[in-house]
């Protein structure tokens, strides 16, 4: 059975013992992060802060930190199970060219049932707040020392397209100038962003919508890339099997997820921008300080049980990592329709995922591995990849030591390096400039004579399976 709102998942996590429930006061600035973060650091539980200091709601933080919890929260048993799902609604298509493919996809009759459901009445608003600092009644936290603010760290943004209106679903973090307005931290390269740019040329105010809490998948949903334009209920439609329920906002021409916990309405002016940040963020450094838009708040509605979910961002592991790593297996044969040489990919944590991929392909001809290279920096967020190296097909991706000893081994760097510059993350900070910098793609799979390839390449060393068998079985009798 899907979870249909927050309490429903903080139910069935406890009934795992995989919650826990603090009911001393603790300080929103600050306090919650040290505890959040050695909870993660020592795979600890989700925590449910009932008696946050200054706030009446309770504050949920680490609900999807580890792998399990975040397999309970998409309903599987493995990552990879929704990415065969994905993959096989791939080949129930008709052949087509591969945005073709990519776009009918999402229109695809078996989508059909998880199709948003509008209802009239919702739980998220069954109370409402106008007027006032209505932010300070939230347990907004201050995550680190020597951030611009308190932030809001899980928030759905919902915004439309003023010309396809599409709406989209984006998880950007906001921080709370006072308590009517907050940032809008979108990113150059989001689908926010890109609204936002739109509206702003045009000289258009532009409604926002912000939810808070609701269903796993539906948060979950609005951290995955997504290619513009594809509904990110829908997706969380098909991720839980049953189709999320939409309510219009009170004041907005906007759907929002009827089981929110909290709903934020209000508006961006064009042009309306100031300093946001800095932001101790999931590289490990504090992001600069940078302009960004200014959401003004109108109204707030939420559930009369309320619960304030939250998360923090640090040096790694941290709970946005499970969420990274649900993402990189669910989008993996998407992936593959584009490079369909690719067998597996691996973002290591510790290049917080956009500094570094790993590959292995099924490589079949001279030059595939650089096809590969250039094929993932010019695909969706994966453009903005630092560091790419690729290898054959028969490699762990997961066992470091042979990544490494492949790497190192297998790699003339007068040969095998690509090096070449473009987008990068925004959150790159070892660039000379904000979003734009050098990339290496890295060949580091057997290459042939037509790569340059002067020699023969060795071949790698294996006992034969005749020698190992009678080894085993003789283990015993050497005495060991
Ligand atoms: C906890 C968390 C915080 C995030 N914060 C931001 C952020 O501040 N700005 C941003 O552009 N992306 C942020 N992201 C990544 C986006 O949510 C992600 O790129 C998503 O695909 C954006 O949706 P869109 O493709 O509809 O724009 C965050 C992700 C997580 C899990
Ligand atoms: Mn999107």
Excluded at 61 to 67: E, L, M, T
Excluded at 189 to 203: F, L, P, Q, T
């Amino acid at each position: 059975m899907p979870y249909n709102n927050l309490g429903q998942f903080i139910s069935r996590l406890e009934e795992l013992g995989e919650l826990f429930r603090v009911a001393v006061e603790v300080d929103p600035a600050l306090e919650i992060t040290e505890i959040a973060d050695r909870m993660s650091k020592t795979g600890g539980p989700a925590l449910l802060f009932e008696n946050v200091k200054g706030s009446p709601h309770p504050l949920l933080i680490n609900a999807f930190g580890s792998f399990r919890r975040m397999e309970l929260a998409l309903e599987c048993e493995s990552f990879d199970e929704i990415g065969a799902r994905l993959e096989s609604l791939i080949k129930t298509q008709p052949p087509a060219g591969v945005m073709d493919k990519l776009r009918m996809l999402f229109t695809l009759k078996e989508l059909a049932g998880f199709m948003p459901k509008k209802i009239k009445k919702a739980p998220c608003q069954e109370r409402v707040l106008a007027g006032g600092p209505m932010l300070d009644a939230l347990p907004i936290l201050t995550c680190w020392p020597h951030d611009g603010g308190p932030f809001i760290t899980l928030p759905i943004v919902i915004t439309r397209d003023p010309d396809s209106k599409t709406q989209n679903y984006g998880m950007y973090r906001m921080q709370k100038f006072d308590g009517l307005s907050t940032g809008m931290h979108w990113q150059y390269n989001k689908d926010g962003a890109r609204h936002y740019r739109k509206y702003k040329e045009r000289g258009l105010r532009m409604e926002v919508a912000v939810a808070l809490g609701g269903p796993p998948a539906v948060t979950y949903a609005a951290t995955a890339p997504l290619p513009p334009d594809i509904d990110e209920m829908l997706f969380a439609g098909w991720l839980r099997s049953a189709p999320v329920e939409l309510v219009k906002a009170k004041t907005l021409d906007l759907m929002v997820p009827a089981e929110s916990d909290f709903v934020l309405e209000g508006y961006i002016d064009p042009g309306d921008e100031r300093i946001e940040g800095p932001f101790g963020d999931h590289t490990g450094f504090y992001s600069p300080a940078d302009v960004y838009p200014i959401f003004r708040i109108t109204c707030i509605t939420s559930r009369r049980d309320a619960i304030y979910p939250a998360t923090i961002v640090g040096k790694p592991p941290m709970e946005d990592c499970y969420m990274a790593k649900a993402t990189e297996r669910i989008f993996l044969p998407l992936m593959r329709l584009i490079a369909p040489e690719i067998v597996d990919i691996e973002l290591p944590l510790e290049g917080v995922f956009h500094n570094c991929a790993l590959v292995s392909i099924k490589k079949e001809y001279a030059g595939q591995a650089r096809k590969v290279i250039h094929a993932l920096w010019g695909m969706g967020q994966m453009a903005s990849t630092k560091f790419i190296a690729v290898f054959d097909h028969d490699i762990d991706l997961r066992d470091y030591s042979t990544v490494l000893w492949k790497l190192l081994n297998n790699v003339d760097p007068g040969r095998d390096l690509v090096l070449s510059g473009g987008p990068l993350d925004a959150l790159d900070h070892s660039a000379s400039y904000a979003n734009y910098g050098g990339k290496m793609g890295v060949d580091a799979t057997r290459k042939t004579r037509e790569e340059g390839m002067g020699r023969d390449w060795p071949d790698e060393i294996r006992m034969s399976d005749e020698v190992k068998k009678r080894v085993s079985e003789r283990w015993k009798e050497y005495g060991f």
